[in-house]
Nanobody, 123 residues
Framework: QLQASGGGLVQARDSLRLSCVVS????????MGWFRQAPGKEREFVAA????????EYADSVKGRFTISRDNAKNTLYLQITSLKPEDTAVYYC??????????????????WGQGTQVTVSS
């Protein structure tokens, strides 16, 4: 089970930290990712991290502003977001896939999804 939290209504240029707590499995065995979905748009890749955090990848639109990390001891995935823009408004989802130490970029690659947390950025 994946439980995302940390979203909210913020102003442009603010920061947020999203969290995703994973239960029911061995967190360190899962590659993790963050995706987002804006109204009327398809779910899109935001960031991904490998099992032991040795590898990360980001969408071009968030590079330099978003940082994905994980704490395997706490079974928690994070997404630190800075310099928020109105176009970052979306529901943010965390996802998990059991696998080797790589990251995955596509929704079809993930086995488990959280319920999402809403991030709304006002200008």
């Amino acid at each position: 089970q994946l439980q995302a939290s940390g979203g909210g209504l913020v102003q442009a240029r603010d920061s947020l930290r999203l969290s995703c707590v994973v239960s029911g499995g061995t967190f360190s065995l899962y590659a993790m990712g963050w995706f987002r979905q804006a109204p009327g748009k398809e779910r899109e890749f935001v960031a991904a991290i490998s099992r032991i955090a040795s590898r990360t990848e980001y969408a071009d639109s968030v590079k330099g502003r978003f940082t994905i990390s994980r704490d395997n001891a706490k079974n928690t995935l994070y997404l630190q977001i800075t310099s928020l823009k109105p176009e970052d408004t979306a529901v943010y989802y965390c996802a998990a896939r059991f696998g080797v130490n790589v990251y995955y970029l596509y929704t079809k690659d993930y086995d488990y999804w959280g319920q999402g947390t809403q991030v709304t950025v006002s200008s």
